[in-house]
């Protein structure tokens, strides 16, 4: 059998972001996506490299769009999740939800 | 000053022409609203994340190249003038800077570095072992057998292509840096012996020749990791998909 793919929280972050932002996910508006939702903001670098990893072992894929004048003529490099970004992320949330369960941290009294 | 055009140059000799423009633009993008000084403190994250891998892989192959060169030609002393060991030499000392410098860049379980450090590894062995010829055999028939196992691994024997473009490079900038090397002592000297009395009076002739090796070093780094981009780097199978 297949070992999955092993997800970081970084990564999860990044690819959930993707997958909320659909058509619209470049660098500018994932950072923006995790920013709202964590109320921390990555910095470019490391969104760039994890963008990077990701996409050699094929969990997003990319292509270049639309340029405009406010980004001095340059093209954005959109993101989506592929087929096999979504397993592994789906791996990864079915092992949280399950440690979770029995636990009650998000409705109990220590919430 | 640096200007946004040139970092966007300086960006793209480590990620390319494309993803440097989108990233430059992601940064110009936010540089009204969030300044100047975001916007150079996030390049120079940038620059950085790209650029440690390239750099401290182009470090690293060089020292252990030249100290896995050392050490070899310590354990081979006399028998320099046979052709096949200086070639095997040459092999063992290509394969350990190609090694390096794709494992720190790529990663271990990267084509060209498993096949790079296979060919480091044996070409070592094959050396150590020269004065013994059962053993030197043996680690023929291991070489020709792990060979024939990559040549049916595509993305293996796409490596191999490059390992052996690359060592060329390698061989080539070390003949000029030997060439080179020599007319310039022949320059400073007007003979071509060369001893450590030459060498305290014309220091220069040592930084020459670290400078010339340099540079057909990063020549060679260059053409690596160009090959790699090429050949060697999994296609992804959404894209080709898509096409």
Not at chain 2, 5 to 23: D, K
Request: hydrophobic residues 50%.
């Amino acid at each position: 059998m297949k070992r999955p793919v092993a997800l970081g929280e970084f990564e999860q972050l990044v690819l959930l972001a993707i997958l909320r932002l659909g058509d619209e996910a470049y660098g500018v508006t994932i950072r923006e996506e995790i920013a709202a939702c964590t109320g921390r903001e990555p910095s470019p670098g490391a969104l760039y490299t994890t963008l990077t990893r990701m996409e050699e072992k094929h969990m997003v894929r990319s292509w270049l769009g639309d340029a405009t004048l406010k980004r001095g003529g340059k093209a954005k490099r959109h993101v989506a999740v592929t087929q096999a970004g979504r397993n592994a992320l789906l791996n990864a949330q079915r092992a949280y939800q399950s440690l979770l369960q029995g636990l009650d941290l998000l409705g109990g009294a220590d919430a | 000053m640096l200007r946004s055009f040139n970092a966007e140059w300086l960006l793209a000799r480590f990620v390319g022409h494309q993803q440097s423009a989108a990233l430059m633009g992601d940064l110009l993008e936010q540089r009204t609203e969030r300044g100047a000084w975001w916007f150079w403190r996030s390049f120079s994250g940038l620059l950085l994340a790209a650029a440690w891998r390239p750099l401290v892989g182009f470090i690293a192959a060089v020292v252990v190249s030249a100290v896995a060169s050392s050490r070899l030609m310590t354990s081979t002393i006399g028998m320099w003038s046979t052709a096949p060991l200086q070639t095997t030499m040459f092999v063992a000392m290509a394969s350990w800077f190609v090694a390096v410098y794709s494992g720190v860049r790529y990663g271990a379980r990267d084509a060209l570095s498993q096949v790079a450090g296979a060919g480091a590894m044996l070409s070592t062995m094959g050396i150590l072992l020269w004065r013994h010829p059962a053993a030197l055999l043996s680690v023929g028939a291991v070489a020709i057998g792990v060979a024939l196992v990559f040549i049916l691994l595509r993305s293996h024997r796409m490596a191999m292509g490059a390992l052996v473009t690359t060592s060329v490079i390698f061989l080539a900038g070390y003949a000029l840096m030997a060439y080179s090397s020599d007319v310039y002592v022949h320059h400073v000297l007007r003979i071509r012996l060369l001893g450590s009395a030459e060498l305290e009076q014309h220091p220069s002739i040592q930084y020459v020749i670290l400078a010339f090796l340099l540079l057909g070093e990063g020549v060679t780094a260059f053409v690596c990791a160009k090959l790699h981009h090429k050949f060697v780097k999994r296609p992804n199978p959404d894209l080709i998909m898509a096409r």
